[in-house]
């Protein structure tokens, strides 16, 4: 399944929100981790330091933002 760079980075801001304003556990923290992590691992282009628009399984990046 394709992944998009916005829907994940709206899901990092959705849990890096939920921590800043809500109760935060160590679960909430670590999946907030884990999503800037895999932003960085699969979306960030290393030749430019641009990032990819999408990404997929097959491929390390499909097409850049």
Known sequence: ?????????RHLWMLST???R???TDGLRVLA???YA???????DPADGGFFFKVSPASAGM???
Request: include cysteine; aromatic fraction near 10%.
């Open 1 to 9: 399944v394709d992944k998009g760079l916005i829907q994940q980075a």
């Open 18 to 20: 939920w921590c800043d």
């Open 22 to 24: 809500r109760k935060e």
């Open 33 to 35: 981790q884990q999503q």
């Open 38 to 44: 895999f932003l960085r691992a699969s979306f960030l």
């Open 63 to 65: 097409s850049q933002l």
